[in-house]
Each structure stands twice: as structure tokens, then as C-alpha cells.
């Protein structure tokens, strides 16, 4: 298993960084707080290389920063939560 850590800011900056050292088709495997180096409020995402099964460690400030850098890979929009939460009606 492989461990890396992403900055938003260089991912937006240059979009060729690579998070993953095999190239590939990647999922999210699990999601966990970072308890094993205890550094509050890291959120540690394990991706699973759907080929070859390697799992690769990555580690966020935030959900928000794990969305944004997910939704950079996939070349996806995300979508407008604030104003889905304010319009939603009990």
C-alpha cells in the first residue's frame, strides 16, 4: 500500500500531477479518520485500483477537499450544496 498527499491548489494548478503511481481505473474503498498518525481532522481516503486491486492511502483536510479533487479526476461538476440544502422543504 501506498501513501500520498494531495494539495488542492497544486491539483488546480497543474492538472497533470498524478495521484495514483499505476495508471488505472480507481474507486473509493473506504474513508476514515487518520487515528494511526493522530493528526486531528485528517481524513484518510483509500482508493482501490480496480485492475490490479493495489490500494493507495490519501490523505484530506476536509470532505470538501476529497470532493473537489475526486470531482477533478472524474471531470465532473459538483454540485451546488448550499443551495440544495436551502431549498429543500420538510
Avoid: C, W
Amino acid at each position: 500500500m501506498s501513501r500520498g498527499k494531495t494539495d488542492i491548489s497544486s491539483l488546480e494548478a497543474n492538472r497533470s500531477i498524478k495521484l495514483f503511481p499505476i495508471p488505472g481505473e480507481y474507486e473509493v474503498y473506504y474513508i476514515a479518520r487518520d487515528h494511526f498518525n493522530r493528526r486531528d481532522g485528517l481524513l484518510e481516503y483509500t482508493f482501490r485500483n480496480k485492475g490490479t486491486g493495489d490500494l493507495n492511502k490519501i490523505e484530506f483536510k476536509s470532505t470538501a477537499e476529497a470532493d473537489k479533487v475526486i470531482s477533478r479526476l472524474l471531470n465532473e461538476d459538483l454540485p451546488d450544496y448550499d443551495s440544495i440544502y436551502l431549498n429543500q422543504t420538510d
